[in-house]
């Protein structure tokens, strides 16, 4: 017979080798499963984060507006995108401090602005994680010009009479102050529009324009201080420049050949649009009354007070003007004022027009004006797309 043999001694050793073995690739597997679960999880927070980051940043940049630096290059004929384009940051701190962005606004039309923002979370943006890990999103967010409702419609809107004497002149036929000017949007507007005062003229005096005068019983003291929803206290608290009741002379202000704006009595160039301060239109706001005597301006002019203009004195723009209007002399310029004026005449008195000042409707002038102070805001349906 065969002889069996009995002692198995070492097997158990074996076999819990063995379940050790199994156990610990299980573990192991278990262990690097969790650590991946991990890793994907703080990554699309990371994403999440990022892409909240981005986002912030773009709708402050709306918030935070500046039409100043953003709202380059207002003529008609503008240059797009890339040519014309702002950097954004680059390394903004985000809202709340959740991270750090930076991209461009670039224009793609007159009054469209492509703003491309990339956001980075906060341990991402400072480089905290091992082996230069991070994580980062990109998002176009697709803005327009929100320009304000002036609803001009006549070289000089005004309560109360009008005097126009000497060789003044009060003109509603579209004018041109520059050569950027889009020659085929030219609309013709009234000379003087008022709420049911007279309208005389003296010497060689003259109102003209589609119709010369335009009697409007609308007119009220709220069409000067509520323009579509923008009150003149807003605007006023938008003022770039803000001035005290005086006398002033105005003139652009460079440093090399850089527009120096920090000048409180540079109001921009009109009379040379091509120079660095020719794309300069400030909100200018002078609390109280003023004299004007010299040289030139352009933007949207608000006093709180009287307005009087002297001499050779120019402005392009948008002028709301809470007390009265009165002119004299023109010097050797075309006109006093391109664009559109607007005169409270608080006490209901004549505005005075003399000499050889001249009052010319220009929308080119108001339009340039209006894409170089305006607002952005989102468009309302599907503003933003994401960008990789």
């Known amino acids: 017979m065969k002889r069996t043999l009995r002692n198995e001694r070492g097997m158990a050793l074996a076999i819990a080798i063995f379940a050790l073995v199994v156990v610990g690739a299980l573990v192991a597997g278990a262990f690097f499963a969790g650590t991946q679960e991990q890793r994907v999880g703080d990554n699309q927070r990371r994403v999440q984060q990022s892409f909240g980051v981005a986002e912030a940043g773009a709708v402050e940049q709306v918030r935070t507006w500046n039409p100043t630096a953003m709202n380059r290059r207002p003529m008609y004929n503008a240059a797009v995108a890339p040519t014309d384009s702002v950097v954004v940051g680059p390394n903004l701190a985000a809202p709340g401090g959740t991270g750090r962005y930076g991209g461009t606004s670039y224009r793609v039309g007159n009054a ?20 230069g890990a991070g994580a980062r999103q990109r998002i176009g967010l697709i803005t327009r010009l929100n320009p304000v409702n002036f609803n001009i419609q006549a070289s000089l809107t005004t309560q109360g009479s009008v005097r126009v004497q000497g060789n003044a ?22 000379g003087i529009r008022t709420d049911s005062g007279t309208v005389t003229t003296g010497g060689n005096g003259m ?9 409007d019983t609308a007119l009220s003291d709220t069409s000067f201080t509520n323009f579509g929803g923008t009150t003149y206290s807003q605007l006023a608290a938008r003022a770039t420049i803000t001035l005290d009741p005086g006398t002033y002379k105005t003139a652009p202000e460079f440093s090399g050949a850089t527009c120096n704006t920090a000048i409180r009595t540079n109001w921009g160039d009109g009379v040379n649009p091509l120079t660095s301060c020719g794309t300069y239109f400030p909100i200018i706001h002078i609390t109280g009354s003023a004299t004007l005597n010299g040289d030139q301006g352009q933007g949207i002019l608000l006093v709180d007070g009287n307005l009087s203009v002297q001499g050779s004195y120019q402005f392009f723009g948008i002028v709301i003007i809470q007390g009265e209007l009165s002119t004299a002399g023109g010097g050797n310029t075309d006109a006093h004022f391109w664009g559109g004026v607007m005169a409270k005449n608080a006490n209901l008195s004549t505005q005075a027009i003399t000499g050889s000042a001249t009052l010319n409707y220009s929308s080119c002038a108001i339009l340039s004006v209006l894409q170089a102070t305006s607002l952005a805001q989102m468009m309302r349906s599907r503003s933003w797309v994401q960008l990789y």
Do not use: K, M
Not at 112 to 131: E, K, N, P
Not at 170 to 187: A, E, K, M, Y
């Open 169 to 190: 002149q009060v003109n509603g036929i579209d004018q041109s102050p520059w050569l950027t000017c889009d020659p085929t949007s030219l609309q013709n507007r009234a």
């Open 112 to 131: 469209l602005f492509l703003i491309d923002v990339t956001g980075q979370d906060r341990s991402s943006a400072a480089g905290a994680l091992a082996g």
């Open 207 to 215: 109102v003209g324009g589609t119709p010369a005068v335009v009697s």
